[in-house]
């Protein structure tokens, strides 16, 4: 500290004679906050012994924890994890429907199999071997394409609700030969021409059902979400610094950019599931308050004035919404935040402020305010002198200046390092879900010059980040779909299509309706601050771009939500359990009940509970919480007519009745 510093800060500490901040906690607290050490991985839960009419197979060295993600993402969080052996128990009657894993069978373990199904029971394989191929009505091949697309048969069993466009997939699909199996889903070439060797097959066996997926479904989706990982920190894209897109040039297909391709083949998994199962299966509905999708509402701000930032945060609120502003501190060291972390506290006196220059500096105090409001404010990092370097300088101007943790981030120029390593260094701060995936640049550019706008991810779902080695980081990977400067000018430049503002509203007018009306997704959006702070023609295009914005979610029912509040639902929906499933109660063949426990660990987050209304030859008359009667509500999803129930407890005793006709 040079003596003018000290000079400066003695004096700030003596004009408001407070020993807290003439002493040393003021440089403590300004130095920044201690690196959190937060875990970095999930911790699973297999769902062990809560009865659950799901289970998840393993053979030997099967691992289930990203399968146990892929159902979570789905809405169904209660599978339990098994070896072959335990699920052969008689213990284990209760499962109506099994997911077998990829994996070596034995002989044993297939007639085991062979009897479950028989009996009833629903059997899901993940491309089986030479021995349990039999079992699905197929003969293994050693024939695979390593990826290309699938077609799913219009018609087919668990088809409906699910494009017939020719799908991408991105693990290696064996051609089996099928012998009882009838085809779901074919391999086919760009243009949807099907070949020989089906995707996806089903077979009726006895009383029950094996359908088969002829390719790895999760490491698929896992690929298609983070792109490929031979690809790591190789540049692209033709802008320089090296971002998660660059991944996905000449992986996606700019024509299938339209459809959540990696949704849309989860989505048929669980319409199969409900297909075989001996019971029928509850799920959670993806958003909160029954609503058909969301816009996650964020804004990237580089030490922008905190008019501008409430002018922003003041237009969204006009439109019922919250948002996440994503900050850059100005560079600055231990000494010089102490002293403007005291004129911040002096500005807040009545007394004293009238006696400072004014300044529009965002300080803790506007934070607060602004949270208080319902609105995030994060950090938004440079980390182009290194990913951890980064983060530890910019974390420690944040905190250093009063502006507190956070749970949601973006980078700035959304640089990327590794295949997920920067949501694995983020996850150590405390950071539960990123926006780094970023839809921007020349990369969405056809070959004959028009521009593509979609799911790049091949979702509009949130799911966490899985590592090299497979394990599942605890940040969410959420694709930020609509950005801002890949439509209308910035101060900058940008504006990559050469759009008017007419144009850009026009585009994104369309991508929250196309989510309004099935293609559900927590749809990610960008509305830069920058060009409501810098006076310029940049900003009456952003003003247009934003309320146009928020004006289509109000009319297709979207609400808005800020990245922290999203986070908040993905992570209570998540935490969700589903205990104590009772097996099905028959009367006769007239009907039969049902009933389960859903416990949540935070109340009033909107959750949504939907169960099947036609379960075989019968369907739903009567459904209850905690002992209420409550009348049956239903949703389309896939090809399933399901009853909706509101959970309004942090405990829901969950009881339905099944008639027969």
């Known amino acids: 500290m040079t003596r003018r510093d000290a000079l400066k800060l003695a004096l700030a500490a003596g004009l408001v004679g407070a020993p807290l901040l003439a002493g040393g906690r003021l440089m403590i607290e300004s130095n920044g906050a201690a690196y959190p050490r937060a875990p970095l991985y999930v911790e699973e839960n297999d769902g062990a012994g809560n009865n659950a009419p799901l289970a998840l197979l393993c053979p030997k060295d ?3 924890h990203v399968w ?3 159902l979570r993402v789905e809405g169904l969080p209660y599978a339990q994890v098994l070896t072959l052996a335990e699920s052969i128990s008689t213990e284990r009657a209760h499962i109506a429907a099994a997911i077998v894993l990829p994996g070596s069978v034995s002989s044993a373990e297939v007639e085991a199999l062979r009897e479950f199904v028989v009996a009833g029971g629903g059997l899901i394989a993940i491309q089986p071997d030479a021995a349990l191929a039999p079992l699905c009505g197929l003969t293994w091949s050693e024939i695979t394409t390593r990826e290309g697309y699938l077609r799913i048969q219009p018609g087919a069993i668990g088809a409906a609700g ?8 991105h693990a290696p699909l064996r051609h089996y030969a099928m012998n009882e199996a009838e085809a779901v889903a074919y391999l086919c070439d760009r243009d949807g021409i099907v070949a020989q060797a ?12 094996v359908a088969t997926w002829c390719y790895d479904l999760a490491a698929s989706v896992v690929r298609t979400r983070q792109g490929p990982i031979e690809r790591i920190d190789a540049e692209a894209d033709g802008l320089e610094g090296v971002r998660a897109v660059d991944r996905f040039v000449g992986f996606l297909d700019l024509d299938r950019i339209h459809l959540p391709q990696a949704d849309e083949q989860q989505r048929l998994l669980v319409n199969l599931l409900n297909e075989v199962s001996a019971a029928p299966l509850p799920r959670l509905w993806y958003f909160p308050g029954n609503a058909n999708s969301v816009l996650v509402c964020t804004g990237d701000s580089h030490n922008n004035p905190a008019p501008a930032v409430d002018e922003v945060l003041r237009r969204v609120e006009t439109w019922g919404g919250t948002m996440s502003v994503y900050y850059t501190p100005p560079p600055t060291n231990t000494v010089r935040r ?3 972390r005291v004129r911040d506290w002096l500005k807040e006196q009545p007394v004293l402020s009238s006696a400072l220059p004014p300044t529009d500096v965002v300080t803790p105090y506007h934070v607060e305010t602004w949270r208080d409001r319902g609105h995030e404010f994060a950090l938004h990092p440079y980390v182009e002198e290194g990913l951890e370097v980064g983060w530890e300088r910019y974390w420690r101007q944040f905190t250093g200046l009063g502006y507190g943790e956070f749970t949601t981030s973006r980078t700035h120029r959304v640089l990327w390092h590794g295949w997920a390593e920067t949501a694995r260094v983020q996850a150590g701060y405390g950071v539960r879900m990123n926006l780094d995936y970023y839809h921007v640049g020349p990369a969405f550019q056809r070959p004959d010059g028009s521009w593509a706008f979609g799911y790049f991810t091949g979702s509009g779902l949130p799911m966490r980040f899985v590592d090299a080695d497979g394990r599942l980081i605890d940040n969410w990977q959420q694709t930020t779909h609509l950005v801002d400067e890949q439509l209308i000018e910035m101060p900058w430049g940008a504006n990559f299509v050469k759009s008017t503002p007419a144009q850009a509203i026009e585009i994104a007018t369309e991508l929250i309706r196309r989510a309004a009306f099935g293609a559900y997704a927590a749809l990610g959006a960008q509305f830069h601050l920058d060009p409501f702070a810098v006076p310029g023609p940049w900003s009456e295009g952003a003003r247009l771009f ?5 004006a289509a979610c109000a009319e297709y029912g979207l609400p808005v939500l800020s990245g922290a509040r999203w986070l908040t639902f993905t992570q209570a929906r998540t935490a969700a359990r589903m205990t104590d499933f009772q097996p099905l109660s028959e009367m006769g063949d007239s009907s039969f009940d049902t009933s389960f426990t859903v416990e949540i660990e935070t109340p009033n987050i909107a959750l949504t509970l939907l169960l099947p209304v036609r379960y075989r030859r019968f369907h739903l008359t009567e459904l209850q919480a905690n002992r209420k009667l409550i009348p049956i509500h239903t949703r389309q999803l896939g090809a399933t007519l399901y009853a909706q129930m509101e959970l309004q407890s942090a ?3 969950v009881e339905a009745r099944y008639v027969n006709g």
């Open 62 to 64: 099967a691992a289930a």
């Open 68 to 70: 146990l993600e892929l």
């Open 162 to 169: 699910i494009t017939t466009d020719a799908m991408q997939f």
């Open 198 to 209: 089906p995707a996806v097959a089903y077979r009726r066996l006895g009383k029950g059902a």
């Open 338 to 340: 102490a002293m403007r």
């Open 546 to 550: 934003l309320d146009a914005a928020l």
């Open 651 to 653: 405990v829901t005793l």
